[in-house]
C-alpha cells in the first residue's frame, strides 16, 4: 500500500494487520530514518523529534497495533505527513 492512503487508514484508528514493509514505508516518507535494529526492535529516528521510534514486527511480519498507535500520537502531535 502506498504511504499516503495507509496514512488515511492509521488515522482512521484502522491499525491491525497493517505489514511491516508498508508501515516502514510510511514512516520513511514522514521523515523517519532507520537507525538499524537494537536487538528484536527496530530502531527509527526523526530531526524534529527528541526521543527514536523503537518498533517490533510480530511474528506474521505485521507492525505491532500499538507502535502503530505510538506513530500516529507523534504525527498529530508533530504535524508528521507523508
Known sequence: MEPKPLFDQVNE????YVSWND???LLEACGFKY???R???HVFAHPR???PLVLQVLRNQ???PEDIL???EL????????
Request: aromatic content about 10%; hydrophobic content about 35%; glycine content about 10%.
Open 13 to 16: 484508528g484502522q491499525v491491525l
Open 23 to 25: 508501515f516502514r514505508r
Open 35 to 37: 537507525q538499524g535494529p
Open 39 to 41: 536487538g528484536i526492535r
Open 49 to 51: 523529534i527528541p526521543d
Open 62 to 64: 505485521d507492525a505491532k
Open 70 to 72: 505510538k506513530f500516529v
Open 75 to 82: 504525527a498529530k502531535e508533530y504535524n508528521l505527513k507523508p
